[in-house]
């Protein structure tokens, strides 16, 4: 398995392109199966997420091109010769259960392997079970899969949602694109991927309304046409970056970056002294001072503060002036990546879904183990602004969620480099 060294070095300018988004790109790809027309994805990312999405569709059968060195995918599900999402590829990736709504509505038949849990929680599929059994699926649970029919095809309804679940609203919202009638979706998630998954879906002819909002209302038609769509920019890349010349000093402009979708981040790193500036090319980053304040961080869905954007946002803090408490009120164990920046000399507390930060000077090297993919990249940002050499293995975590990472950083000073595990 390989691993990543870094090395503190201090602070970072330059630019750094972001790329499509990758939440985006994976409820992108399922749509595909919604018509027998083709289906092309630009501006999409190269990440292990994408090919394993990829593998997932070809094996339903359709057919998935990757052209122009992975940013552009041409997909078609003319013909399909199997609707079962097996485990072997659902386990890896738990965005393979968006496959279910797509499959459901134009074949009226799906069979999804359940993802089982992941090192960040149990993520159980009852919401999206109850969303589709409201628009008349019947589904059952049986020896680990979700086996899902219709007989005479899906019914639009008014179905409110318990929570504003992101894969359950594209799931929903999906199947509801050819269900009969008129669906009214309540309490749906308002992600920015959700927005650019409709934007996609009307391309493609479907009658939808509210994306981005918590109601959504669908218009079920006969079928889709094929499309062409440019993937969103990538606002969890984006908060990412923006928090490298945070913790470094410098300044770093993120290409293709807006305000509108990383809002609420924004303004929390106003409130730790570090100025973000909308430019004709994307947002611009620096400190204000020389050390950032410590501030209080709750995750919420759209447009709160993103749950993947958490273990970043704890590794600036472990830095700043002053304690900081950081709530994760989305997932049920994701602080994992506390322990490792306490090997660091991170001064962290636990307890349950609250993390308590108190600031220290400056970070030390060391080894430290990435456990999921958010936390590989929090181990990388404070490798950047720490004292001396720090190794982050099981990098396998990294390429599921950013591009080049490496070139990216070097291009803006970073002293980073890949070992190659022999
Ligand atoms: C999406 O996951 C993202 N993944 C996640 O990003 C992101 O963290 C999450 O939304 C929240 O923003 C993709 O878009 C591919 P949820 P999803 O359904 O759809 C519980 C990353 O790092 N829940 O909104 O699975 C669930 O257990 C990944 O890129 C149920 O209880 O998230 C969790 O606690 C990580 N029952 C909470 O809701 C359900 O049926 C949020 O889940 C579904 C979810």
Redesign the pocket.
Known sequence: MDSILVTGNGPLNGQIPIAGA??AC??LMPATLLSEEPLTLTNAPRLSDIKTMTALLQSLGAEVSSLQDGQVLAMSSHDLTSHTADYEIVRKM??SNLVLGPLLARFGQAVVSLPGGCA??????????EGLEALGAEIELKDGYLHAKTTGGLKGAVHEMR??????T?NIVMAATLAKGTTVLKNA?R?P?IVDLVECLRKMGAQISGEGTSTIEIQGVDRLHGATHQVVTDR?ELGTYMLAPAMCGGEVELLGGHMKLVESFAAKLDAAGVSVEQTDKGLKVARKNGRVNSVDVVTE??PGF???LQAQMMALMCTADGTSVLEER???NRFMHAPELVRMGANIEVHGGTATVTGVERLKGAPVMATD??ASVSLILAGLAAEGETTVSRVYHLDR?YEHVVRKLEGVGAKIERIKDL
């Open positions: 990758k939440n994976l409820t738990r965005a960040i929680g149990a993520r159980p599929m009852d919401l999206h079970v929570f504003a679940s992101v894969g359950a594209e998630a992600e991927e969890i869905p759209f993103p749950t993947d989305i997932f049920e993919l958010r969620g």
